[in-house]
């Protein structure tokens, strides 16, 4: 049954007084290790795990990633021409009502301030092949399970209420390289989670918009880091920033796929 909950549903990005009285969490840490620690506690296999991907064009580096990766997190700072685009792409669509077994992509709304890396790792172990490799009696699974049924604002109700998920997530914030930022900074880096679905199309998953994005078919042999879905996805991203913004783009990717010990 979905929880009570009243969510707040102001943008997780906007700044100022609509964000005070809304659940935030201490910003996670762009860091493999990191990410892997958090899933891996929630219930994810350790036969999975995240890593750094260093390029997107030069083959000798992507070799080292693990195949087949499972889910790709795009992380970048929001930037006006993205929010335009966002605008514009999501004017044209209705909110996403989806739920039950059915539903092709588990998708989650995000309400909660500071989470979106939280969001990304969800969208990429509920979703597709990956799902495979939670642990059924685990907390995850059982998140998971509860949150099927559910159409995204009682989804997005159940996240903000889990106590199994918020202590995963402040484990795995005390364990990054480098001081963490307040819960209640403003932080502008976001994740965007793609992911391939059992039917073979990659879908990008983002907690900001109004529902998962349909990114187009893939071939059978195709993985997140796929040349074709690199196109439909990454690059369609970084061309665009390129064409408006004229300077140096920041952002990094990390992969879900197999671990290497």
Known sequence: MA???????????????????????????????????????????????????????DSELLAFIPRPAYALLLVFPVSDSYEKFRKEEDAEKAEYQG????????????????????????HGVANGEARDFVDSSSSLSE????????????????????????????????????SAPSAEDNIDLHYVCFIKSKNGHLWEMDGRRKGPLDRGQLD??????????????????????????????????????PALE
Not at 26 to 55: C, K, Q, W, Y
Not at 99 to 118: D, H, Y
Not at 148 to 177: C, F, I
Not at 233 to 252: M, Q, W
């Open 3 to 57: 929880s009570a909950t009243q969510v707040p549903e102001a943008d997780p990005h906007t700044k100022g007084a609509a964000l005070l009285s809304r659940k935030a969490f201490v910003p996670l840490e762009n860091n493999p290790e990191v990410m892997s620690s958090l899933v891996h506690n929630l219930g994810l296999s350790s036969t999975l795990a995240f890593h750094d991907v260093f390029s997107i064009d």
């Open 99 to 122: 739920s039950g077994p059915g539903e092709e992509v588990m998708w989650f709304k995000q309400t909660i301030r500071n989470a979106c890396g939280l969001i990304g790792l969800l």
């Open 143 to 178: 998140l998971l399970k509860s949150a099927v049924p559910l159409p995204p604002v009682q989804r997005a109700e159940l996240l903000y209420s889990s106590s199994a998920l918020e202590s995963a997530h402040q484990a795995a914030a005390a364990k990054g390289d480098t």
């Open 220 to 257: 059978a042999a195709d993985d997140v880091l796929s040349t074709k879905a690199l196109d439909m996805g990454v690059r369609n991203f970084l061309k665009r920033e390129a064409a408006v913004g004229g300077g140096e783009l920041r952002f990094s990717l990390v992969a879900l796929a």
